[in-house]
């Protein structure tokens, strides 16, 4: 582990697809039982109760210790009594088919955009030692779908296309705003974007129509990144493979997360796209971290970097985030044969 190379020579050697007999670590860590093990729970306290400052400082510790080497967020533990929860709740969806015409979404200002950019560089800064923090935009699609749900959407899309288009464009504006942020400093050398496109079966419109409406938004949105030298990251859960080559076109640099349960295969994407773009992820964060042995999890994470680790162009991490559910065990098990498999 001395001759190891640092996060971001291992992130960048996978971008570049160089072969360096060490596989970089994704993750995202949405478990308290972990950040309680590694700082002690009076340390991680409530989340009401710890100032920014704190927690920036004790995700970075969570991180290093944990030997994560790349992750694009970092998410406060939930209060010891909400961690049984295990349902989903959603936001009330108020927009109608009938009513976008007279929808305008609302944004942050200026100022709260330059704020929010601020933290995750100083994120960037605190983590950069082990691990390399990529900031995440939000693309145009979910954020317009989810206002709606499906049935409203499909609605709108048919009746009243145009103004699908002009709501798409104000997230597409938003998100840009912010890339030109990030594309501006110096110390973050990759980004990710995330927008939720795909069910377990497919995507959730056909690639068609999101080849005409939203691949060129996106390709709008991380242009000021791309032409600032930045890494991109595409993130969607669900069977996207269908626009993977859309997304090669437009310079996505990697893909994540490479759902499993959703067919996304590691072997035949690392096949057919492997020496286009960085896949990143595909160990299954849904049935295998929270109900498998340590002995599976440990037999999975060396078949997946068998699988995937030929010819580079692979960062190994969990197929959305390590669950509330999920035993700390498990969790180590998954870790520890990372670092001393992948190593």
Not at 120 to 138: E, G, K, M, W, Y
Request: charged share 30%; proline share 6%.
């Amino acid at each position: 582990m001395n001759d190891r190379m640092s996060c971001g020579e291992l992130v960048e050697a996978a971008f570049s697809h160089r072969e360096t007999g060490q596989i970089p670590l994704w993750g995202t860590i949405n478990n308290r039982a972990v950040y309680e093990h590694i700082l002690g729970s009076e340390r991680v306290g409530d989340p009401e109760s710890v100032g920014l400052d704190d927690k920036l400082e004790m995700h970075a510790e969570v991180y290093r210790k944990l030997g994560i080497d790349i992750t694009r967020a970092q998410i406060w533990p939930l209060a010891r009594a909400e961690t049984g929860g295990s349902g989903t709740t959603w936001d009330e969806r108020k927009l109608t088919a009938a009513g976008i015409g007279e929808h305008e979404p609302v944004f942050p200002g200026d100022s709260e955009r330059d704020e929010e950019s601020e933290v995750r560089r100083r994120q960037v800064r605190i983590n950069s030692a082990h691990t390399v923090f990529a900031p995440t935009l939000r693309g145009c699609f979910c954020p317009t779908f989810e206002k709606m749900g499906l049935e409203e959407f499909s609605y709108a899309v048919a009746d009243s296309p145009l103004e699908v288009e002009r709501v798409m464009d104000r997230y597409t504006e938003y998100s840009r705003s912010m890339a030109e942020r990030y594309a501006g400093y110096p110390e973050v050398p990759v980004m990710a974007v995330c927008d939720d496109l795909a069910y377990k079966t497919g995507t959730i419109f056909p690639p068609e129509w999101m080849r005409e409406h939203w691949v060129h938004r996106l390709a709008r949105i991380i242009e000021p990144l791309k032409e600032k030298g930045k890494r991109v990251v595409f993130h969607s859960d669900g069977r996207m493979e269908a626009l993977i080559p859309d997304l090669i076109g437009i310079g996505i640099d990697g893909i994540n997360p490479l759902e499993p349960l959703a067919g996304m295969d590691l072997g035949k994407l690392k096949r057919e796209y492997g020496k286009d773009v960085t896949l990143i992820g595909g160990v299954d964060c849904s049935q295998l971290l929270p109900f498998g042995t340590p002995q599976e999890i440990r037999d999975e994470v060396r078949r997946i970097i068998e699988t995937g680790a030929p010819g580079g162009g692979f960062i190994i991490g969990d197929s959305s985030c390590i669950l509330p559910v999920t035993p700390v065990e498990n969790v180590f098990a998954f870790y520890d044969t990372v670092h001393e498999y992948g190593a």
